[in-house]
């Protein structure tokens, strides 16, 4: 059992290592100049933090944009608008509206599975245009299959501006007489506008946006124009997420590819069967454009602010040698007083590089040269007693010096001993010397370890004999103390 637990104490990573202090005050050294850089950088990284996630809830953050071409089986291709709307353009208040005075009507035939549909004729709507036309708005239906791995068209939409007939209209309605037909031919610039309206993704911040392509489409009496126009879309995948999350997916049209062709009216009436002076073709593509958005995560965030964030805290590296310098010089300025007391009196002035310029003590200036010499003399000498090395070899030697004047007995004796906690209990009694003493009450109490030994030699007690010196020795009495007392 002592054999795991010692292993699992040998497998501990969570050890805490004993700090020295330095002082009562402070177990690690730290400066004024520390604390202010610390405010700085770490101002500087929550406001630079903060500006980022601002940005990002912004959307100030370009995505990563890929594309491919993708084959689309068109699930979620959004037709649930106005893809397609077409109008005749006046250019003037007076000029005739083919659709309105029945010159020309507009039809529409699908195809499914190859063969066409019942043709039916479109009718005008309230939608009004710029130039004072209204709209005729189809609705858009197309499909695709997939044959031996191939996608298909099997459904198209064949949109047919044919010659009026009475055939086509409705009852009580007519078509236009000769002289007003005549009168539309005549006219200049006979042209329908087909518009196709696109959708797509805003790549800043995801939202949708809508533009629009016109095709224009001439009206003669003697051909028949047509546009074979493949309607291309674009498959979205959005990955807007913030750490997890499934992406978002929307498809919309937006492009077409166009193949203008001019035909007699000959040709066009026996391939569709009335005479047509314009056909507009719209048919789908399966290859389609994939486009992917991705837009910044939490991931990335972070990876933004920590290399800033890094790079201002390298500035921690010199403000850890201005510490440890600082550190150093403190400590042997505090080992130099303890051997010279008036050292902590001297006022030391020094230049930008660090230079001792000026030394006074208690308001004289010394010799700056003496006391250069001495200062780094002394400071070699404090180092090297500073190392650890050294710090051994100073105990093995006061070991040497007690063994000089001591026997081994005595001082394995001093494993046996130590202070009393006697002086806690409620009833306690002053130790009485026992017979075979031949010592005094009084001596054996000035030879009872207490409290006092604890910190007799510490700064501590310095401090306060700094505060409550000790009388002077009368003359007759000089001593090693009295000697070499320093006064304060």
């Not at 493949?230 to 590819?257: C, D």
């Not at 409550?468 to 103390?481: G, K, Q, V, W």
Request: proline share 3%.
């Amino acid at each position: 059992m002592s054999n795991f637990i010692s292993y699992l104490r040998s497998i501990d990573f969570f050890g805490a290592p004993l700090v020295q202090h330095i002082d009562r005050d402070q177990s690690i050294y730290k400066s004024i100049f520390g604390g202010i850089m610390t405010l700085l950088i770490c101002s500087a990284s929550l406001s630079y933090a903060i500006w980022v996630i601002y940005q990002w809830q912004t959307n100030q953050y370009s995505p990563k944009i890929s594309s491919s071409v993708y084959v689309s089986n068109f699930e979620l291709l959004d037709l649930n608008y106005d893809v397609i709307k077409f109008y005749y353009w006046r250019s003037d208040e007076g000029m005739i509206d083919p659709f309105e005075q029945k010159v020309l009507l507009p039809l529409i035939t699908y195809t499914e599975n190859y063969s066409f549909s019942d043709k039916i004729v479109l009718e005008i709507s309230n939608q009004t245009t710029p130039f004072g036309s209204r709209y005729i708005i189809p609705k858009m239906k197309l499909g695709q299959t997939n044959f031996n791995g191939i996608l298909m068209t099997t459904s198209e939409m064949y949109i047919q501006i044919v010659k009026c007939s009475p055939e086509l209209l409705k009852e009580g309605e007519q078509c236009a007489s000769e002289e007003i037909t005549n009168q539309f031919y005549s006219q200049q610039l006979n042209t329908i506008v087909a518009e196709l309206q696109y959708k797509q993704l805003d790549s800043k911040d995801g939202s949708i946006t809508s533009s629009v392509q016109e095709l224009l489409i001439q009206l003669e009496e003697s051909n028949c124009y047509t546009l074979n126009t493949y309607i291309q879309s674009n498959f979205y995948e959005i990955k807007n997420s913030f750490l997890f999350g499934s992406p978002e997916y929307f498809e919309f049209v937006n492009g077409a590819l166009i193949q203008p062709q001019t035909n007699s009216v000959q040709y066009c009436k026996q391939a569709y069967g009335d005479e047509t002076y314009a056909l507009l073709y719209i048919g789908i593509k399966g290859n389609q454009v994939k486009t992917i958005f991705e837009y910044p995560n939490g991931g990335d965030l972070l990876a933004n602010i920590g290399s800033i964030v890094s790079i201002l805290f390298m500035v921690r590296h010199v403000i850890v040698f201005l510490n440890s310098y600082h550190l150093n010089e403190k400590i042997v300025h505090d080992v130099i007083s303890f051997y010279y007391p008036q050292f902590s009196q001297l006022k030391i002035y020094k230049n930008w590089k660090r230079d001792i310029t000026k030394v006074y003590l208690q308001n004289q200036e010394l010799d700056l040269k003496k006391f250069i010499a001495f200062y780094q003399n002394i400071k070699q000498k404090i180092e090297q007693k500073l190392t650890f090395v050294n710090l051994l070899y100073e105990i093995s030697r006061v070991y040497i010096l007690i063994r000089a004047n001591k026997l081994k007995c005595e001082i394995k004796k001093s494993h046996l001993i130590g202070l009393r906690l006697e002086h806690l209990e409620l009833n306690n009694f002053p130790l009485e010397p026992s017979p075979r003493s031949c010592c005094s009450s009084r001596e054996i109490e000035e030879q009872t370890l207490n409290d006092e030994d604890i910190t007799i030699l510490s700064l501590y007690e310095r401090q306060i004999q700094a505060k409550n010196p000790f009388p002077d020795e009368e003359a007759d009495l000089i001593n090693f103390y009295d000697i070499n007392k320093i006064k304060q």
